[in-house]
């Protein structure tokens, strides 16, 4: 297989165009990635067992209530989802970033009841 210098290969056959890199590397006989849910999983509890709940509790508590004035975020997105008026994706995506960590916090509460850390 010749391959122009610069190009890296992505695939087998297969090289991108336009690549202008002195140093390039060869990718050859890729396989497709199978990504492990379990790993993953896994990966992710301990990361969450690794933060303690004062800090998550605190970091929930600031997101929740961010900003003060003159109303918060979460008020405001859940009066909007009251009246059928949460439909722009950036104040989906507010509410889910203010809740995220209070998501985390139950998460973590909920397998510790379980039991299954």
């Given at each position: 297989?010749?391959?122009?210098?610069?190009?890296?290969?992505?695939?087998?056959?297969?090289?991108?165009?336009?690549?202008?890199?002195?140093?390039?590397?060869?990718?050859?006989?890729?396989?497709?990635?199978q990504v492990n849910l379990k790993f993953s999983k896994i990966i992710m509890y301990n990361f969450l067992d690794k933060i303690s709940y004062t800090q998550l509790a605190v970091v929930a508590?600031?997101?929740?209530?961010?900003?003060?004035?003159?109303?918060?975020?979460?008020?405001?997105k859940f009066i909007m989802l009251g009246e059928g008026r949460l439909d722009r994706p950036v104040?989906?995506?507010?509410?889910?970033?203010?809740l995220f960590p209070a998501i985390l916090l139950l998460i973590k509460l909920g397998r510790e009841r379980l039991g299954q850390q």
């Open positions: 297989m010749t391959i122009r210098p610069g190009c890296q290969v992505l695939f087998p056959n297969r090289t991108t165009d336009g690549c202008k890199k002195a140093n390039y590397s060869y990718f050859t006989n890729l396989e497709p990635v508590i600031i997101l929740g209530l961010a900003p003060l004035t003159p109303t918060p975020h979460l008020v405001e104040d989906i995506l507010d509410l889910f970033f203010h």
